[in-house]
T-cell receptor
């Protein structure tokens, strides 16, 4: 059963520490999205990639956040240094391989991040 | 700014009732609209996807419609069950050229009471 895998599921860290979240998209999917979910803001798009190339990261605070796809099976989202306001659930999603805009997305279970 | 709005924010109904969830979007350049379900502490599960060339999609007791001209979509749930209790989110692929993105509404929290 193909699924998007995110690690870790939970992360508690102290302010100022580096946090790295990982995502394994569904094999064959060529689009990867990173979202952040909070009670106040809902789901916010941070960045997305198509064929491993970053297409849009305008939703991401550039000074502390970075997103990469080292290869087709791994996407990473890094926060350095982390701050308490970064506490949220971070979701990764990958798109079905239509190669067309507006593909159906499949979400991972998320990483619950708490920055103390 | 591209926006997606969902009304109501919360809805509570007795079991067996038919119900409608509403979603509106500001950009007429829509490529598709998706409805998702999210259970507490879980990720999102895609329910229905409507391409911009389509008017509606059906899956079991769920029916979603899309009206691009008015910027609206509805999710109809027939004969609701307690297991339908969850947050329902709509998301629209909006934009033009290479600047398109999937924008989410804040969701409708549905409670179906036995």
């Amino acid at each position: 059963d193909a699924r998007v895998t995110q690690t870790p599921r939970h992360k508690v860290t102290e302010m100022g520490q580096e946090v790295t979240m990982r995502c394994q998209p569904i094999l064959g999917h060529n689009t990867v999205f990173w979202y952040r979910q909070t009670m106040m803001q809902g789901l916010e798009l941070l960045a997305y990639f198509r064929n491993r190339a970053p297409l849009d990261d305008s939703g991401m605070p550039k000074d502390r956040f970075s997103a990469e796809m080292p290869d087709a099976t791994l996407a990473t989202l890094k926060i350095q240094p982390s701050e308490p306001r970064d506490s949220a659930v971070y979701f990764c999603a990958s798109g079905s391989p239509s190669g067309h805009r507006g593909e159906k997305l499949f979400f991972g279970s998320g990483t619950q991040l708490s920055v103390l | 700014k591209q926006e997606v709005t969902q009304i109501p924010a919360a809805l509570s109904v007795p079991e067996g009732e038919n119900l409608v969830l509403n979603c509106s979007f500001t950009d007429s350049a829509i490529y598709n609209l998706q409805w998702f379900r999210q259970d507490p502490g879980k990720g999102l599960t895609s329910l229905l996807l409507i391409q911009s060339s389509q008017r509606e999609q059906t899956s079991g007791r769920l029916n979603a419609s899309l009206d691009k001209s008015s910027g609206r979509s509805t999710l109809y749930i027939a004969a609701s069950q307690p297991g339908d209790s969850a947050t329902y989110l709509c998301a629209a692929f909006l934009g033009g050229g290479s600047n398109y993105k999937l924008t989410f509404g804040k969701g409708t929290l549905l409670t179906v009471n036995p």
